[in-house]
Each structure stands twice: as structure tokens, then as C-alpha cells.
């Protein structure tokens, strides 16, 4: 099983499905409330996709946005973040690929997506 995370600020209803509904087949996700935690399924390339909204994320303005799957759309978080930033707009951001959990976070860098461009950034 293949994963993928990426973080959204200050996600708007409808937003996340809007935009996958172009990526993947029988999506099946009601992001109408943001505010709580959802679980929503699609189907990628014939596979199964597990799809999970976690809010209040580093801070209460980012949600985590979890796809999990045999394929996924997208080969890794960042290609993920830039297309959700060209769909959504808002400020993504996603890990470089190279922190495993139990690893330290204090110096971690993030990609940050907006509209100044991507850029590798601490958290805060």
C-alpha cells in the first residue's frame, strides 16, 4: 500500500472533492463539513483509494489530506501538493519525502506552495 499526504490551509467545503473527482473514478466523499474528521473512497486505475481529512493540523489552519492505495494518481506528495495548489489556490504544503516517523521535527523542512512560488520552509 502506497500513501500520500499533503497539508491544506484554511480548506473551504467541496473543495477537496471538486478537485479529485477529475483524478479519480466513483468518488465517494462528502467534505461539506470541514470542520471533522472524513473518510471517503475512490476507485484509481481499478484499485481501491482510502481518502481521510484530518483538521486542525500543525495548528488549527491546516487540514492533512491522507491517500492510500495500491496506485495513486500522483507519484509523490509534492507532485500531489502542486496539483491540488493549481485546483485549490490556497497554501499547500507536503514533506520532502525523506522524514520516516520518530525522526526529529524541529529542523524539518516542508515544501510550501502559494502564490510566491515553491519553496522549502520550517513549519513555522
Known amino acids: 500500500m502506497q500513501d500520500l499526504e499533503i497539508y491544506i490551509r484554511d480548506l473551504e467545503p ?3 472533492s ?3 473527482e477529475v483524478h479519480v ?3 465517494d ?3 461539506s463539513d470541514t470542520a471533522k474528521v472524513i473518510k471517503g473512497f475512490a476507485v484509481y486505475e ?3 483509494l482510502r481518502i481521510t481529512l484530518y483538521p486542525g493540523a500543525f495548528g488549527k489552519r491546516f487540514t492533512s489530506l491522507v491517500l492510500e492505495g495500491e496506485s495513486l494518481p500522483w507519484n509523490s506528495d509534492l507532485d500531489c501538493a502542486r496539483s491540488a495548489w493549481r485546483a485549490m489556490e490556497t497554501e499547500i504544503r507536503c514533506s520532502p519525502g525523506d522524514w520516516k516517523e520518530g525522526d526529529p521535527v524541529e529542523d524539518e523542512k516542508w515544501w510550501r506552495l502559494d502564490d510566491r512560488g515553491e519553496k522549502m520552509v520550517v513549519w513555522n
Do not use: H, I
Open 14 to 16: 467541496g473543495q477537496v
Open 18 to 20: 471538486a478537485w479529485l
Open 25 to 27: 473514478d466513483k468518488l
Open 29 to 31: 466523499l462528502d467534505d
Open 46 to 48: 481499478g484499485a481501491g
